[in-house]
């Protein structure tokens, strides 16, 4: 998506260790307008795909979750990052390997939110090693929803995230894909 | 606003010790038609306030307040929960004590994104103990950014936040103040 590239050349930031920074306008400062239009080609890209609910991860894809639903008319429903092994409600629970900070963390979703009636569109502003999405992928088969898909604004795709997404059998759209980064730039993968 | 309150009559669950669960819609699945029609509120009770920033806090804040920048036609800053002590970026660092797990936490906004030439709208889910507002308020004044106001979604009324931010000179707009709670329901002040 040109815009969206566009915006990474123009606003994202490379660092050392392949870190690229777009906390300027998508997961710190988040321009809503910007956001808006990736939503609605979130919705060409899955208009005829019968989505009912929108699963994302806290923090950063909530915003991205939540514009892109209102092209679904659909919820959001985003998976919580839990601190204690024991709570009374009833949830599905997953790990989640955090790639950056070399940790695991457990992420939880409710049981009453999630279920075989659903049909899931997964969506969160990265994918990288694709550890988030995986997390995500398992609750919805616990809970028995059948899973659309997923839709990410950015993807590494120099790292092993889609190849392990679709692994499981998952579709996976990214609306701007990162081929490499240097000093000099960002150079995006034809699509 | 009445469309929140019977939504919270309808949907939202009291247990002991006055805690409100509106999980259902508001802070772990979100009904987005919801949401939009509280921006919509949000935007008529501030709308000569040339706000030009909305900032929360990670993680339940997100979704009202992208929603809600779509009325303002401005970008939404979120504060992160910083888990390092020192990180190599500028940031505006400030304390908040977590009522409900009996702790306390760092958040950071980046310097680059909040500054003298914003004026600030603060958007949260809740308003209890008023902390997490004491908290952005903090780092707007840090920043040497003007504040509109605040705007909640639920407030409890029975917690001193409103007069503890309040008292800080700063507008408070909630749009549904609960009154008291009980196994037989919920009352709201009216407005």
Redesign the interface.
């Known amino acids: 998506m040109k815009l969206l590239e566009d915006r990474i050349e123009a606003d994202g930031k490379v660092f050392p260790g392949n870190i690229l920074k777009v906390?300027?306008?998508l997961n710190?400062?988040?321009?809503?307008?910007l956001?808006?239009q990736l939503g609605r080609e979130i919705k060409r890209l899955y208009s005829d795909s019968g989505v009912n609910k929108i699963l994302t991860i806290?923090?950063s894809g909530?915003?991205i979750?939540?514009?892109t639903?209102?092209f679904f008319?659909?919820?959001?429903?985003?998976a919580?990052k839990s601190?204690t092994k024991n709570i009374a409600n009833a949830v599905y629970r997953t790990q989640v390997h955090s790639y950056t900070?070399g940790t695991q963390y457990d992420v939880i979703?409710?049981e009453?939110?999630l279920g075989k009636d659903d049909k899931v569109l997964i969506v969160d502003d990265f994918l990288a090693e694709g550890n988030a999405l995986l997390g995500l992928i398992d609750l919805c088969r616990q809970a028995g929803a059948e899973i659309a898909g997923c839709a990410i604004a950015i993807e590494k795709g120099f790292q092993p995230g889609r190849k392990r997404v679709e692994a499981e059998g998952v579709r996976v759209e990214s609306l701007a894909i990162v081929e490499s980064m240097s000093d000099h730039g960002v150079t995006f993968k034809k699509q």
């Open positions: 906390d300027s306008f710190h400062q988040i321009d809503v307008a956001i808006s806290e923090a909530i915003g979750a939540c514009i639903a209102q008319d659909c919820p959001v429903l985003f919580k601190k900070h979703v409710s009453d939110f």
